[in-house]
Structure formats: structure tokens, C-alpha cells
């Protein structure tokens, strides 16, 4: 899967669609890439983006992630599958997200991975969550949480770790 920055400073991916179950199960492979892979499969997937600020800075632009967070907010009260991405950086290291919406058995399915990487390189586990998602709309740390909320997460799969 090719990655490529828009002009507007979102990641994105071409993507194939959705079905949420993701999880390692008997696959070895706990990469936060490819489980977050084994998640999505519709071809009518919406990619609501990846924004990426610089390191260790407050962005000055926050244009990317609200419209990441409004794209997530829109398909999912439409029940359209989507995706969307975003890292937070800090000193000990940084935390990739990913959250995928879509339709696992007739039934409209949130799931939030998150995977850390300390500043050693070495990776925490790929944790999958359910989740409810929640907006926060305007909210100062818009770069850190989209001012997206799942609520009470419920721990569905958890992979790997070094």
C-alpha cells in the first residue's frame, strides 16, 4: 500500500473497504498497518485522511484534522465505511490511530487501533478497541484526539508488542 501527501498536509492511502473484525488471531503479523489491512475491505471505503503535524510542535494549521474529523463525523452518521488515521508525537515517543467505520454483520461496527512506539523504537502493542464514537466538536486538542470520543472502549484484540 503506497502512501502520498495531499498539498493540504493529509496522508492518504488508496484503499480497498470495509468489514470490521480485524485483530491478529493466528496471524504473526501484528504491524499496526497490517492489522488495521485485515479491517478494511469495501471497495466504497471513504478516507477521511491521515493528518501529520511536525514533531515535538503545535500545529498552526488545523485545517487537516477538522476536515478529518468531519469527514469521520459525516460518514458515520451516514453509516458510510470510512477510515481515518492520525499520529501524536510527544517526547517518550508517539501513538498511531486508526478509525474504521463500517457494517460487520448487517450491524454499523466502530473500531479504534492504536499502536505507541517509545522513544527506545521499540513498539507497544497493537490494541484494538469497539467503540461508540462521540464528537467533542470544537475542542483545543483537535491534533490529538480529532475531538473524537469512543466513550468506553472495550479492549477487542490486542497484538504483539516489543
Given at each position: 500500500m503506497t502512501e502520498s501527501l495531499t498539498m493540504d498536509g493529509v496522508m492518504s492511502w488508496p484503499l480497498v473497504a470495509v468489514a470490521i473484525a480485524a485483530g491478529c488471531g493466528s496471524?504473526?503479523?501484528?504491524?499496526?498497518?497490517?492489522?488495521?489491512?485485515?479491517?478494511?475491505?469495501?471497495?466504497?471505503?471513504?478516507d477521511c485522511?491521515?493528518?501529520?503535524?511536525?514533531?515535538?510542535?503545535?500545529?498552526t494549521d488545523l485545517t487537516p484534522w477538522r476536515v478529518s474529523h468531519d469527514c469521520a463525523i459525516a460518514s458515520s452518521a451516514a453509516q458510510q465505511p470510512f477510515i481515518v488515521r492520525w499520529l501524536v508525537p510527544s517526547v517518550e515517543g508517539a501513538?498511531?490511530?486508526?478509525?474504521v467505520g463500517g457494517l460487520s454483520q448487517s450491524r454499523w461496527s466502530l473500531a479504534l487501533f492504536e499502536e505507541g512506539f517509545n522513544a527506545?523504537?521499540?513498539t507497544r502493542?497493537?490494541?484494538?478497541?469497539?467503540?461508540?464514537?462521540?464528537?467533542r466538536g470544537a475542542c483545543?486538542?483537535?491534533a490529538?484526539?480529532?475531538?473524537?470520543?469512543c466513550g468506553a472502549r472495550a479492549i477487542t484484540e490486542e497484538c504483539g508488542g516489543q
Open positions: 496471524d504473526p503479523d501484528c504491524s499496526f498497518d497490517h492489522v488495521v489491512e485485515e479491517a478494511i475491505h469495501p471497495a466504497d471505503l471513504a485522511g491521515y493528518p501529520v503535524g511536525a514533531p515535538f510542535e503545535a500545529p501513538t498511531r490511530y486508526a478509525l527506545d523504537a521499540t502493542p497493537t490494541v484494538e478497541y469497539a467503540c461508540e464514537l462521540h464528537d483545543a486538542d483537535v490529538q484526539t480529532l475531538c473524537l470520543d
